[in-house]
């Protein structure tokens, strides 16, 4: 989810729009955890930077 890179104001992961889109794509349990939140957000952040660590954008 792209919009991992978004922080949240004065937090430091994404908001709590981000974790319910990842709820209704079914990405995340609704039931899940701040831990469990927290993994997911930073497991989406990790793969962003490894698809587009590559080399430069292309325009």
Do not use: C, I, T
Request: overall charge neutral.
């Amino acid at each position: 989810m792209l919009s991992a890179l978004v922080n949240y104001l004065g937090a430091n992961d994404a908001g709590p729009g981000f974790y319910q889109l990842a709820k209704e794509l079914r990405l995340l349990p609704m039931s899940a955890s701040a831990d469990d939140k927290f993994g997911f957000w930073a497991q989406q952040v990790k793969r962003l930077h490894e698809r587009h660590e590559s080399g430069p954008a292309v325009a």
